[in-house]
């Protein structure tokens, strides 16, 4: 029996999860394949760590190259994250005729037009089902299954850490503190946790997302971006009230031949399938032409991660046993134009932190009507004169740089200390 031989460059989380998974999976994968699977060597620069699995001595190293040049070792997982030396360890493989499999969603969001480049010129794959969604076979689905589909848009709740804290919001009224707090402790949030909830992971997700979905490149950095840090829980009851729960979405709309693209907190109705999305659990919904589809699952974790890692290695080994590599290459066909922000057409609630004195509503709706906002709902909560309070004004459907304009103009006047603006997400471009 042929035996296919693997390498694996950073062991935390997802890579111990994909190794604990391939191990576990032996047996049957070796018999529906036809070929024998083993892990060779195991990369990782911090094996004074204690890990929960116990790995035999002699495939641990701390050197990549032992991987990267050994010819025998024909598939490398790279679960290392980030750009830097993660790029370097992955084009030296794919150079070397060898297949890829990374959950790295930076290094495919910034750099995969090199590395696909890199791919088809070498006759080999790279693999990335574990970088959205976690558990969730979305890469696979769009590659393959939806290709022929005419998609109009992708949402998705791709962050485990955000959606938790909001649903904690929600469900227990807590801070945002309270709920990032409560997070760390459970191993839902990093110590430094802004990568989550300043959006950036949600970021890197949407890129691969809408590229895939529009058969085009996007540039992560045109990507519209804002993080939860600002959430209070007195918007998400104004939302409840209204309709509507408050989660972090990833959104790629098709706007004729252009996108809509873009991660930000939004009023999603509690009609809509994301709604019901709570914790730590991932969901994307697409919409084409021809259906609507909502694929929800665990979004993080090693298992799960791992488990869609595993899904990619066996694909992978399919294809170096009937000599198939290259069989599904980069969908990318043109670079796409993102739509400026400021373009974006949406309804909004608007947050005012201003003092409760005589004709403050007066002066903010004044500012809004400057500004050709017009307003669909006020609620003024019960206050005390002469201090602070939210007061929370729906607008009416209007352009983004409207709503700019009069959030600079309601920021300058005397009785505002605070503007905060939420789109609310109805579907509609």
Not at 34 to 60: L, T
Not at 115 to 137: C, H, K, M, R, W
Not at 403 to 415: E, M, P, R, T, Y
Request: glycine content about 10%; charged content about 25%; proline content about 4%.
């Amino acid at each position: 029996m042929r035996q296919i031989k693997v390498g694996v460059i950073g062991f935390g989380t997802v890579g111990m999860g994909t190794v604990k998974a391939l191990w576990n999976q032996k047996e049957e994968i070796e018999k529906e394949l036809g070929v024998g699977v083993k892990v060779v060597k195991i990369v990782d620069k911090e094996w004074m760590i204690g890990r929960p699995m116990v790995v035999p001595p002699d495939i641990k190293s701390s050197d990549p190259s032992e991987v990267i040049d050994d010819p025998e070792i024909e598939i490398v997982v790279e679960a290392m994250g980030g750009i830097d030396p993660a790029f370097d360890y992955v084009s030296q493989a794919l150079a070397r005729g060898k297949t890829v499999i990374t959950p790295n969603k930076e290094l495919i969001a910034k750099k995969g037009r090199e590395l696909f480049q890199l791919s088809a010129e070498n006759e080999t794959d790279v693999y990335f089902e574990g970088a959205v969604g976690g558990g969730i076979p979305i890469i696979h689905t769009l590659k393959e299954q939806l290709l022929g589909d005419d998609i109009l848009e992708v949402i998705g709740i791709v962050n485990g850490t955000t959606n938790y804290i909001l649903s904690e919001m929600s469900l227990r009224k807590t801070s945002f503190e309270k709920a990032l707090e409560d997070a760390k402790r459970k191993g839902f949030a990093e110590p430094i946790p802004t990568n989550d909830v300043e959006g950036y992971d949600s970021t890197y997700k949407i890129a691969i997302l809408a590229t895939l979905c529009f058969h085009g490149r996007v540039d992560v950095e045109k990507v519209y971006r804002e993080g939860i840090t600002r959430i209070l829980t007195d918007d998400i009851e104004y939302a409840r009230e209204l309709g509507y729960t408050i989660k972090l979405l990833a959104i790629a709309r098709r706007i004729g031949e252009d996108i809509e693209l873009r991660v930000q907190p939004v009023l999603l109705p509690l009609s809509h399938p994301l709604s019901t999305v709570f914790g730590v659990e991932n969901a994307i919904y697409v919409r084409s032409r021809t259906r609507d589809l909502t694929f929800r699952g665990p979004g993080a974790g090693g298992d799960a991660t791992g488990s869609a890692m595993v899904g990619d290695i066996i694909d992978a080994i399919r294809n170096i046993k009937y000599e198939a590599r290259g069989r599904v290459g980069c969908t990318c066909m043109r670079d796409l134009t993102v739509l400026p922000m400021e373009s974006l057409i949406s309804q909004n609630c608007v947050r005012v932190l201003a003092l409760d004195v005589p004709g403050v509503l007066g002066k903010i709706a004044s500012e809004f009507g400057n500004s050709g906002v017009s307003l669909s709902a006020v609620k003024q909560p019960v206050s005390t004169p002469g201090k602070l309070t939210n007061i929370y004004f729906l607008t009416h459907r209007i352009q983004e740089r409207n709503i700019q304009k009069a959030i600079q103009s309601i920021q300058n006047l005397d009785v505002v200390k605070d503007v905060y603006a939420i789109r609310v997400e109805d579907g509609e471009s």
